[in-house]
């Protein structure tokens, strides 16, 4: 069996949403105009959680919203599952600071998909990228504006991000050859 390495505990990863909460606000001066949308799966609670927090900060809900990008991947084929057509639900993107919040940045074609769906619901004023974490391995020129924590990796290793709305505790592992 394939062994996992502890690279954040909860308390790294609390201390590092609360940066990148801080970061958010400050580098588009307050929460007017922005949108953060969570790409399913995990940067839904993540994008909550960043929510949240600016509202403890600021005193003001920055809005919110889900994406989900099956539908937009270029490597749909090495996927099993079914596409389905992406949602974003509620609010319009035009003229908003759309930040993307994500779990793990890799070769960052998640990102693509998700800048593209985006663009095909309005003209946002800019969209910024926030991830908790970014591993390397860069296919396209895309770098976050936020980030939790860098890991730099190698190929054949794995980051989980685990968040206790999905997974049951708050970690960050690595493992080689995709087991936890
Ligand atoms: O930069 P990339 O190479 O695109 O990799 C990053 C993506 O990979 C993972 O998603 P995954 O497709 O495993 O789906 P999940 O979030 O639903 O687990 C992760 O949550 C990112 O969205
Ligand atoms: O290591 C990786 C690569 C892509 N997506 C992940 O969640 N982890």
Do not use: W
């Amino acid at each position: 069996m394939e062994k996992s390495i502890e690279l954040m505990d909860e308390k790294e990863m609390k201390r590092a949403i609360s940066r990148v909460s801080h970061e958010i606000i400050e580098k588009n001066k307050g929460v007017k105009d922005i949108l953060l949308i969570g790409i399913k799966t995990r940067g839904v609670p993540l994008a909550q959680r960043i929510a949240d927090n600016i509202y403890k900060f600021e005193g003001e809900k920055p809005a919110l919203d889900v994406l989900d990008i099956t539908y937009y991947r270029d490597d749909l084929e090495k996927k099993t599952e079914q596409p389905h057509v992406n949602s974003l639900i509620n609010v319009f993107v035009k003229d908003k600071i759309v930040v993307l919040i994500d779990d793990v940045i890799y070769t960052g074609r998640t990102c693509r998909a998700a800048i593209n769906a985006v663009m095909d619901y309005g003209r946002p004023q800019k969209v910024q990228l926030a991830v908790m974490v970014d591993r390397g391995h860069r296919e396209l020129p895309i770098r976050p504006d936020f980030i939790g924590k860098n890991l730099p990796t190698s190929k054949d290793e794995i980051i989980h991000v685990l968040l206790d709305e999905t997974d049951g505790r708050d970690q960050v592992i690595l493992t080689r050859g995709g087991r936890k």
